[in-house]
């Protein structure tokens, strides 16, 4: 359901701008959670990226690409409770100085120390805690350069992943919503707690962006579940901007820049799971546009919008990307402030609970023998040439329609 204008929030700061270096992002896979049998994963060090920065990071430039996504690894820094190592971390900055690449950092990419989970009494205070730390030592170490945080990587997913479907810590079923309230309540005083420190800290929301459709001829009833479905989606921006479950001390100001991480599953029918072919060759009703995906949002928290993670695997990884940037054009047209699309990942991955086969879903792919399992460590990696020839046509489209005047000139 849309928000009334009325409703809708108005942005505090009036010098608020766009921070990002480069409109087109990079984003490393960088999750370090427990997976599904309880395994500890850490994917900074597993695609390689940990030990390939500088290569990485150069192999950016002839994209234009000058703006990453890239994570700090929660159960990796914080060993013991409130004490803190920052030398991977230190050395991740240093390097990215050095090849001029800027960095947008998650605290907390799904994965906590073995010792918390969000359902447990301490987990807020002890994320503040790492947020007061991570700005106080990334001010030590770079005291000029604006600052973007995203606290925790999609609430939402993450909520459903370990309170629902058992696929991380803390291994629920039926406890989504309580996963999701504890997340918020830790996200919501680390935002306090980081600008308390630098209330310069810009803040990235990262949620799933969703279309949930009830099934054709569906009865009054399915039609409800799904509309109510598809609204749960802004549960935790809701919270965040104290628009819902107030008692959290969610602020308006909390919310900066809407990220929305968009795949080519992500509009799927309620109660069946079954997914709406992107391509809608069938002209399904159902399916929604990207473009229309992204009004929705925009009209509900008339923030400035990022699509902070998109991606497909294998060969449709070209049509995908001029798919999105077709839809990304029509929105600039009209004169919303979509500031960067990120490439996620950018290097190739593999699953989180086998660890094979790896997704061939990134702009280079990991080398992998016949069995799928990579050739060496750090895994080498070959640019998929299709994909890098399309999304240099979708940079061309992006600047061609940047440099056009809008329909609409955003005024914050």
Not at 80 to 100: S, T
Request: one cysteine or more.
């Amino acid at each position: 359901m849309d928000v009334l204008p009325h409703q809708r929030l108005v942005v505090p700061d009036p010098s608020v701008s766009n921070p990002f270096r480069s409109f087109w992002m990079a984003g490393y896979e960088c999750t370090d959670k427990l997976n599904a049998w309880g395994n500890r994963v850490d994917f900074l060090y597993t695609t390689g990226h940990l030990q390939c920065l500088d290569d990485d990071y150069q192999d950016l430039e002839p994209f234009g690409i000058r703006t990453v996504r890239e994570g700090i690894r929660w159960s990796q820094v914080e060993k013991r409770p409130y004490q803190y190592d920052w030398h991977v971390v230190q050395h991740m900055m240093e390097r990215g100085r050095a090849n001029g690449i800027q960095q947008v950092w998650d605290l907390c990419h799904f994965g906590f120390p073995d010792d918390l989970t969000p359902l447990h009494p301490l987990f807020a205070r002890r994320f503040a805690a790492l947020c007061r730390s991570f700005v106080q030592f990334y001010r030590s170490i770079n005291p000029d350069s604006t600052l973007i945080v995203t606290p925790i990587n999609e609430v939402s997913f993450l909520s459903w992943l370990g309170g629902d479907a058992r696929g991380t810590s803390p291994y629920c079923v039926g406890q989504g919503w309580e996963v999701k309230y504890g997340l918020m309540r830790a996200y919501i005083e680390g935002v306090a707690a980081l600008r308390e420190i630098d209330p310069s800290v810009r803040i990235l929301t990262t949620e799933p962006l969703v279309n949930m459709v009830p099934p054709m001829n569906a009865t009054a009833e399915q039609i409800g579940q799904a509309a109510l479905a598809h609204n749960d989606q802004y549960q935790a921006t809701d919270m965040l901007c104290g628009r819902m479950c107030p008692e959290l001390g969610g602020r308006p100001e909390y919310l900066d820049m809407v990220g929305l991480n968009f795949y080519y599953n992500n509009q799927w029918i309620v109660g069946s799971g079954a997914f709406l072919p992107w391509v809608n060759d069938s002209l399904d009703p159902r399916w929604r546009p990207l473009r229309d995906l992204f009004m929705q949002v925009y009209n509900r928290y008339q923030r400035p919008i990022v699509l902070s993670e998109t991606s497909h695997p294998g060969e449709d990884r070209p049509f995908w990307i001029r798919f999105v940037a077709r839809e990304s054009a029509a929105v600039l047209k009209q004169g919303v402030p979509l500031w960067g699309i990120c490439l996620y990942p950018i290097i190739d991955r593999p699953d989180w609970d086998h660890l094979t086969p790896w997704h061939r879903s990134g702009l280079w792919d990991a080398e992998v023998d016949a069995n799928g399992l990579v050739s060496q460590q750090p895994p080498r990696r070959v640019l998929y040439q299709p994909y890098a020839d399309a999304l240099r046509d979708a940079q061309a489209l992006i600047a061609n329609t940047n440099a056009q005047p809008a329909i609409s000139q955003f005024r914050l």
